[in-house]
């Protein structure tokens, strides 16, 4: 008889088997993420509005002045882990939202 440990690990090998398959069915659809993962890169700021340039899911080229959230502006540094949105699910508008918790 399995014991609870064993169950666990189905459990969540079932859930990792489901994220990937909606996941694909998604990309196979042209529907791209909502939220990406990065790492700042640098910081500038422009008339009041602060901008970053971001490194996206580990990527080594940094996607380049993207708008930051005017309520974590002050917070965001370089290597500050962030989520960037995309708006209307489009790459090309994108939007620092949130501070990643590490």
Do not use: H
């Not at 694909?24 to 509005?49: A, E, W, Y």
């Not at 899911?57 to 500050?80: E, F, L, M, R, W």
Request: aromatic content about 8%.
């Amino acid at each position: 008889m399995p014991n609870s440990a064993e169950y666990m690990d189905a459990i969540r090998w079932l859930e990792q088997y489901i994220d990937n398959a909606i996941d694909k069915r998604l990309r196979d659809l042209g529907i791209p993420r909502l939220l990406i993962p990065g790492v700042v890169q640098s910081v500038t700021t422009s008339n009041g509005n602060t901008f970053a340039n971001v490194f996206l899911n580990g990527s080594t080229t940094a996607a380049t002045n993207i708008p930051v959230n005017p309520d974590i502006a002050a917070n965001v540094t370089a290597n500050t882990p962030v989520w960037v949105m995309c708006v209307n699910f489009n790459n090309l508008d994108m939007f620092v939202l949130a501070r990643k918790l590490a």
